[in-house]
T-cell receptor, first 118, second 115 residues
Framework: AQSVTQPDIHITVSEGASLELRCNYS??????LFWYVQSPGQGLQLLLK??????LVQGIKGFEAEFKRSQSSFNLRKPSVHWSDAAEYFC????????????????FGKGTKLSVKP | NAGVMQNPRHLVRRRGQEARLRCSPM?????VYWYRQLPEEGLKFMVY????????ESGMPKERFSAEFPKEGPSILRIQQVVRGDSAAYFC?????????????FGSGTQLSVL
């Protein structure tokens, strides 16, 4: 069965420091991968997505993620964190409809809560 | 251009009552998805609807839960005879078409609390 693992429940970084949030997935075929951010009381906002092509994906707000098939990982990075980045981050995988997956049936990890120290 | 609108933001129900959660998709979107987020968990897919049709309800509990997306008006997620375990945040998302290349636009969610 498909699954997404975010090993870190809570991470604290200093403002201006670099950030890497880990995401590992279990999926038999080529996955569609997403990173979402959820600020308190808000819905999810898409940061970036990977479907195919270049394995380094650029997103909004200065985030990027790298797809590594050999490691089944899709880690999110940012070179310099801002206080406004404090939020919860979710990695998700979308099953390929060709292999029986359904549109919109994203599988989410449990999330990583990011705190930013001044 | 309003985003996905969900109401109410917070809903409190006593055990045994009914909960009705509403979702108005973005303008021009005819595909709606409902997710549930339990405490300390990620979002879990519940159901995917197009106008007047349920496309995928593989994530819906077999009893007490139902969803609709009528020709006119918002999508409704209905929970009958709520229990404490139904307490969660319920998110709705919409998309303009049925391909995984389209990103989902999420609403701010409805927090359901069952007393």
């Amino acid at each position: 069965a498909q699954s997404v693992t975010q090993p870190d429940i809570h991470i604290t970084v200093s403002e201006g420091a670099s950030l890497e949030l880990r995401c590992n997935y279990s999926y038999g075929a080529t996955p569609y991968l997403f990173w979402y951010v959820q600020s308190p009381g808000q819905g999810l906002q898409l940061l970036l997505k990977y479907f195919s092509g270049d394995t380094l994906v650029q997103g909004i707000k200065g985030f990027e993620a790298e797809f590594k098939r050999s490691q089944s990982s899709f880690n999110l990075r940012k070179p310099s964190v801002h206080w406004s980045d404090a939020a919860e981050y979710f990695c998700a995988v979308a099953p390929d409809p060709y292999y029986g997956g359904s549109q919109g049936n994203l599988i989410f990890g449990k999330g990583t809560k990011l705190s930013v120290k001044p | 251009n309003a985003g996905v609108m969900q109401n109410p933001r917070h809903l409190v129900r006593r055990r045994g009552q009914e909960a009705r959660l509403r979702c108005s998709p973005m303008k021009g979107h005819s595909h709606v998805y409902w997710y549930r987020q339990l405490p300390e968990e990620g979002l879990k897919f519940m159901v995917y609807l197009q106008k007047e049709n349920i496309i995928d309800e593989s994530g819906m509990p077999k009893e007490r839960f139902s969803a609709e997306f009528p020709k006119e008006g918002p999508s409704i997620l209905r929970i009958q005879q709520v229990v404490r375990g139904d307490s969660a945040a319920y998110f709705c998302a919409s998309s303009p078409s049925a391909t995984t290349n389209e990103k989902l636009f999420f609403g701010s969610g409805t927090q359901l609390s069952v007393l």
